[in-house]
């Protein structure tokens, strides 16, 4: 069950989520007849802690995005940036700097150019400012 792999797949469920607004209990329930490698446990809890708090997340998204309006982010960056935020805020089983480090990862592989810089910016001024170190 490699972690790497599961916060890859909460990732694309939330990005899934986001673009088809599809049940997300019935996604993971997919999920978790489709791929006996993944931590589902893990998985399940991030998926819907980003879902419950998302209002939430996207406020500090929003605080420390300067420029941009989290409405108009590219989607892939939008939930990377919120399965980021909630590791780092919201969930205790992660260190802050392997969230960053894994989003930047997700972010290199998944996002343009620009988006592991911006992603890590963002995640960075919120571990400095709001969250664990």
């Given amino acids: 069950m490699s972690r790497r792999l599961t916060r890859e797949k909460a990732f694309q469920t939330l990005y899934q989520l986001d673009i088809t607004k599809d049940n997300a209990e019935r996604v993971l329930d997919n999920l978790a007849t489709d ?26 998204i929003q605080k420390y ?12 960056d939008k939930a990377i940036l919120r399965l980021g935020v909630y590791e780092i805020l919201l969930f ?10 894994e989003a930047v990862e997700l972010g290199k592989h998944f996002g343009g150019d620009t988006s592991p810089a911006f992603i890590n910016g963002i995640l960075d001024s919120i571990r400095k400012e709001e969250g664990k170190k």
Avoid at 67 to 72: D, L, S, Y
Avoid at 92 to 101: G, K
């Fill in 65 to 76: 995005s300067k420029k941009w309006q989290v409405t108009r982010m590219a989607k892939v």
């Fill in 92 to 101: 205790d089983d992660v260190p802050a700097s392997v969230s960053i480090n």
């Fill in 35 to 60: 791929d006996t490698k993944l931590d589902m446990d893990y998985l399940e809890k991030v998926v819907l802690g980003v879902l419950q708090n998302k209002e939430k997340i996207d406020s500090y």
